[in-house]
């Protein structure tokens, strides 16, 4: 198959010294983002292509480095031109840590614990410079459920209950979240790479980092919309970042109930919108997990406010079908 290569690639790769490099590509991921593995002889490079105007690499720039800066694992950046959204970037290779559990099954309780480790870490540092991760920012995420997935299905629901609603339970979520931690937004099995040990692991996909509450990126990893975590394995990684960072036990887990609700009924909502609007239906095949993932975070008494919106306007035969079915 052809694929076309990103507009002014061989003078950057020149300006950059990899002059002549072979060029090969990746399998890409839900953004307009490509990416290509760089050859020169023994050594070899990522170039992510974001290109302007749906793309702007800036961000992930300002992230990677900040986090470079502060001794976490993200790529170095070799060289990188903004205004065409071209990055070279350091290698990390292949193993995902996805992809080594596959092949690895039982070596996840110590993969998985590192994982936590890099996230305790990560908490220990004052926060980067981002934005707050706001009540806006929280109910703007949440309603893509409402958007996309309600809009799909044809239900005439009620959106304003559906905020105020969300509105009662994240609200507990912001009086705890100062000072805040960077949160990656997106940190789970496939953005976490394993460079040459189990505890070396290297960051992928944080140009979206906010500051906010710590408990977020742990669901991000424990409740993961590609791959299956026991709920054993999920309470005993719970557990152990507790211990690490000393955090109440119940207040803690209600708000991890909180974030993984949002984050489940967002991801719903953003997979729904990568079948209808960006051609993209394999994502749809994921949805009965993360649908699973968000009734179980409903049935929390903290989300008491939205498990009541669901019940009054979700019908109960999409809810036991996992959120039902699509037509492709």
């Known amino acids: 198959m052809s694929v076309t290569l990103p507009d002014g690639l061989e003078p950057f790769l020149e300006s950059a010294g990899w002059r002549g490099a072979a060029i090969e590509p990746l399998a890409g991921d839900a953004s307009f983002r490509r990416y290509f593995r760089i050859r020169q002889g023994e050594k070899t490079a990522m170039l992510m292509d974001a290109p302007p105007p749906n793309e702007d690499p800036a961000p992930f720039l300002r992230a990677a480095r900040w986090l470079d800066a502060n001794g976490m694992r993200a790529p170095h950046i070799l060289a990188d031109d903004e205004r065409k959204g071209l990055v070279l970037l350091e290698d990390f290779g292949e193993a995902r840590m996805r992809d080594y559990l596959d092949q690895w099954p039982d070596d996840e309780v110590e993969v998985y614990r590192n994982a936590v480790d890099t996230l305790t870490e990560l908490h220990q540092l004052p926060p980067g410079p981002f934005l707050d991760y706001s009540m806006s920012e929280y109910i703007r995420e949440a309603r893509l459920f409402v958007d996309w997935y309600c809009t799909a299905h044809d239900l005439y629901v009620d959106g304003d209950g559906f905020t105020t609603a969300w509105e009662s339970v994240m609200g507990e979520v912001l009086l705890r979240q100062r000072p805040g931690v960077t949160v990656?937004?997106?940190?789970?099995?496939?953005?976490?790479?394993?460079?040459?040990?189990?505890?070396?692991?290297?960051?992928?996909?944080?140009?979206?980092?906010?500051?906010?509450?710590?408990?977020?990126?742990?669901?991000?990893?424990?409740?993961?919309?590609?791959?299956?975590?026991?709920?054993?394995?999920?309470?005993?990684?719970?557990?152990?970042?507790?211990?690490?960072?000393?955090?109440?036990?119940?207040?803690?887990?209600a708000d991890y109930a909180r974030l993984g609700a949002q984050r489940n009924a967002k991801i719903v909502g953003i997979f729904v919108r990568l079948w209808r609007r960006d051609g993209k239906p394999r994502y749809l095949d994921l949805v009965p997990r993360v649908w699973k993932l968000l009734e179980r975070d409903l049935s929390h008494p903290a989300l008491a406010p939205v498990a009541q919106w669901f019940d009054a306007n979700i019908p109960a035969r999409l809810r036991e079908a996992a959120g039902g079915t699509f037509a492709v």
Request: negative net charge; without cysteine; hydrophobic residues 40%.
């Open 184 to 253: 990656l937004r997106d940190y789970h099995a496939e953005n976490i790479m394993l460079l040459g040990s189990l505890k070396s692991q290297g960051l992928l996909d944080f140009q979206d980092a906010l500051v906010g509450h710590p408990a977020y990126d742990l669901v991000s990893l424990l409740q993961d919309a590609r791959r299956d975590v026991s709920q054993e394995l999920e309470a005993a990684m719970f557990e152990h970042y507790r211990q690490k960072t000393g955090a109440e036990k119940d207040e803690f887990l």
